[in-house]
């Protein structure tokens, strides 16, 4: 199937979803459809239903009894009835579902925890008949779609009903940097990181600012007031609703603050607790709620077993948690200039600073293989302990070889990331440090040190050092 001419990029994904509907029609089969909000997920599914001649449902927020009649409404102007079919529970409606002919799907039901948390045993309920369809001959296809990932995530795991039931369990992210430039027509590199720092790589983002994207570096300033920053744009409160449309969120003023602990630079567990006022132990259901919403990521720190930490994976909540929140009022009062103005700083060093290292990191695990000798084994950040000088070295970029049995662990490649400054001789010092100080542990014999800058290089760095800049970092990897 051809992919809509309207649907940008996502070729990957049509692909997955044109197999899905293409194959095994003799047989029952099951995909799964999960992503954050905003992604273009339901664009795709409705292109698919309208090309293989299927039905998509969208489910609303609703009690059980009108979820049922809307999805009868769905299925009779599908099929053609005269009336819709009118079901008691979701055990008649999904029976019925199964008893059409392979020719009416595939069948789409978009927001499926909007249904599934009005009615629990719905998955069992599915469970049930794509057990029984084989024997009884039926060859109904099915996709299930949600962005609440917490409740879609849990779908296919442990023991859930649905497990081993799927033949495709597909997650729609957002889009790379590279991707997202495009996508906004933005061609400056240092504009895309700034962009990016803010609304990511979420294509909806592009709609709610009315297809209004920033110029040049210079009028950056100038789209986030009469964006993101005005009160009139949906942009305003979407970090807000991103936390309050899971559905296993309840106290959202306690996540918020989780969220902005983190953004604020508390990446521990424990600097977690002590920034929001609570015992490292009474949080862990919260950071792990977070993590399966797509909200919070946990980086393993390379260097240090068992040591990790936390990072806000949404661009547009990092900035909402250190810009908006803390003078929330005065930008409703449509004081976004003074609130702004005082804010520059915060947004240089707490949302682009790491937002690059992260774009780095990025880089580096989409680089050709040769960049750093041989195809990593894993991409990260680590901190090396310098016990002689009572310090610690903090690596921004940390490229390791797959480790290997009775070897000891190769290290590819250390990087450090900076935004602001230009990256000379002392940064080099730094990373040459730490290269003496893992090599008691680790294999460096080939190590490749490695700067990323957006502000530029002084010109007496040496060329063993692999300089990464913005044009680099913006430019197509092969």
């Known amino acids: 199937m051809q992919k809509p001419d309207w649907i940008f990029a996502r070729d990957a994904e049509w692909q997955h979803l044109s197999r899905f509907a293409d194959g095994a029609p003799e047989r029952p089969r099951l995909g799964v459809v999960s992503g954050r ?61 199964f008893a059409l002919p392979p020719s009416a799907g595939p069948f789409v039901i978009d927001e499926f925890p909007y249904l599934s948390k009005m009615s629990p045993s719905l998955p069992s309920i599915l469970q049930r008949e794509f057990d029984r369809a084989v024997p009884e001959g039926h060859a109904t296809q099915l996709l299930l779609c ?13 023991t859930a009903p649905l497990r081993g039931r799927a033949n495709l369990e ?51 300033d100038d789209w986030l007031l009469r964006t ?41 567990r424990g600097g977690i607790a002590n920034y929001i006022g609570r015992k490292a132990t009474d949080i862990g259901h919260h950071l792990l709620v977070l993590e399966d919403s ?8 390379l260097f240090r077993s068992g040591r990790s930490m936390y990072q806000v994976a949404e661009p547009l909540v990092v900035f909402y948690q250190v810009v908006m929140r803390p003078q929330w009022g005065l930008l409703e009062s449509g004081r976004s200039a003074n609130v702004w103005s005082a804010a520059r700083q915060r947004f240089a060093s707490q949302v682009v600073g790491p937002h690059f290292e992260q774009l780095c990191r990025d880089f580096a695990m989409a680089a050709p293989p040769d960049l750093y000798g041989e195809l990593p084994g894993e991409i990260g950040a680590g901190v090396v302990a310098d016990r002689s000088r009572r310090s610690q070295i903090e690596i921004d970029v940390v490229v390791l070889a797959p480790a290997q049995p009775g070897q000891r662990r190769r290290v590819l490649a250390l990087g450090e990331a900076k935004w602001g400054e230009v990256m000379g001789r002392r940064h080099v010092a730094r990373l040459e440090r730490a290269r003496e100080l893992l090599s008691k542990d680790y294999d460096t014999s080939g190590t490749v ?10 010109p007496d760095l040496e060329p063993a050092v692999l300089k990464v800049g913005l044009e680099d970092l913006y430019r197509p990897l092969s």
Not at 146 to 158: D, H, I
Not at 233 to 241: K, M, N, T
Not at 449 to 458: I, K, P, Q, T, V
Request: hydrophobic letters at 45%; one cysteine or more.
């Open 228 to 268: 993101v920053l005005s009160p009139a744009s949906p942009l305003f409160r979407e970090a807000r609703y991103l936390l309050e449309e899971e559905t296993e969120v309840r106290d959202t003023a306690l996540y918020h603050s989780v969220l902005a602990a983190v953004a604020n630079g508390n990446g521990t």
């Open 294 to 301: 797509g909200l919070l990521r946990r980086q393993q720190d």
């Open 146 to 158: 949600g962005s609440a990932m917490s409740v879609m995530g849990g779908l296919l795991s442990g």
């Open 37 to 97: 909000r905003r992604q273009g997920k339901t664009f795709l599914l409705q292109a698919l239903a309208e090309q293989t001649g299927g039905l998509y449902f969208g489910a609303t927020q609703a009690t059980e009894t009108e979820s049922l009649a809307l999805f009868a409404d769905a299925l009779a102007a599908h099929t053609g009835a005269a009336a819709p079919p009118r079901f008691e529970s979701w055990d008649d409606a999904i029976r019925y579902l």
């Open 449 to 458: 040190l490695a700067c990323y800058s957006g502000a530029g290089f002084e």
């Open 170 to 220: 597909l997650i729609v992210k957002p889009f790379d940097h590279l991707l997202a430039a495009e996508f906004w027509q933005v061609e400056d590199p240092r504009l895309a990181v700034l962009l990016h720092s803010v609304v990511g790589g979420t294509p909806a983002y592009r709609r709610f600012v009315d297809e209004d994207s920033p110029r040049s570096a210079k009028t950056f």
